[in-house]
């Protein structure tokens, strides 16, 4: 994924439509803590990057991700600024 310039909202929802197919196939395997949480901290990253730039077309700063801690409404307003649709001119962060 390009980090610089603008992605559309398919380009944020495809992510973690391929990540969640990994998931599954790595929890039925036989492995080592130590591999999953290597795989996990590389999907975490890689999910908070996704999520920023998809705040930032929104025109929200990426800081807005951490409401998701906020308990029982955090995530809902999260998820509910991440499925809007970006914003068609360029704003404060590109």
């Not at 803590?33 to 929200?60: K, N, P």
């Amino acid at each position: 994924m390009d980090r610089s310039g603008r992605a559309s909202r398919s380009e944020y929802w495809y992510f973690f439509r391929a990540v969640s197919p990994t998931n599954r196939v790595l929890a039925f395997l036989p492995t080592r803590e130590l591999l999953l949480l290597a795989v996990f901290l590389a999907q975490m990253m890689a999910g908070t990057g996704a999520a920023v730039r998809q705040l930032h077309d929104t025109g929200r700063p990426g800081w807005m991700l951490l409401l998701s801690l906020i308990p029982l409404v955090g995530g809902i307003i999260v998820l509910a600024f991440l499925t809007q649709k970006p914003e068609p001119h360029p704003n404060q962060y590109g």
